[in-house]
């Protein structure tokens, strides 16, 4: 059981198999609908999430009610809302299934409980925190590019997988575009490379 999230962290660290067998223990599967919620602000989140299978979209509702794309996750990624899961506060994030997703997820208690129990995950934890703050920085940095092209020629060649599994409308929100002038980047890109 657990085998993507086990593999997972025999790619970060060298750990031991007694160490990966606490996983079975101390994480949980959960299986989201599409369109459910796995995190609805402003709840504290309470949870870490590791995606074994599945698209997780990141937003925060402004307050005229519209929602605003930050991120989006897909497989043997982890996703938190990360400021309210150290800290305990309301989450400012919320967290939306994209399509039926598969998750391992672990609560903060029980994620100290592990790092007390076995070192090497809290030094995975360290580098999953630092992997989550890089690309945190980076999409805040590509997403202050001036010109919607730059800000889309960025996530095309960072994430082209996200062009293939996540519906136009979450891209363009994500890109502080609407989806009509996506369109229009996509087919000037395209046919500059005709």
């Not at 010109?147 to 889309?152: G, Q, T, V």
């Not at 891209?171 to 087919?187: H, T, V, W, Y």
Request: with cysteine.
């Amino acid at each position: 059981m657990y085998d993507s999230l086990k593999n997972h962290f025999r790619q970060a660290l060298p750990f031991t198999e007694e160490e990966l067998s606490a996983v079975d223990h101390f994480f949980e599967e959960r299986i989201f609908a599409k369109k459910t919620m796995l995190l609805e602000a402003p709840q504290p989140c309470k949870h870490l999430f590791f995606i074994e299978k599945g698209c997780v979209r990141h937003f925060h509702t402004k307050d005229d009610g519209t929602e605003k794309t930050c991120d989006i996750s897909l497989e043997n990624q982890w996703t938190t809302a990360f400021m309210s899961f150290n800290n305990g506060t309301p989450s400012n994030l919320s967290l939306q299934a994209l399509d039926e997703t598969t998750v391992y997820c672990i609560s903060k208690e029980q994620l100290f409980a592990l790092y007390a129990l076995h070192h090497n995950f809290e030094t995975f934890g360290r580098l999953m925190a630092e992997q989550i703050l890089q690309r945190a920085t980076d999409t805040a940095m590509y997403l202050a590019a001036d010109k919607p092209e730059e800000r889309f020629q960025h996530l095309l060649h960072s994430r082209p997988e996200l062009f293939q599994r996540v519906p136009q409308k979450y891209i363009a929100n994500l890109l502080g575009i609407s989806p009509e002038s996506l369109s229009r980047l996509q087919k000037r890109i395209h046919t500059k490379k005709s």
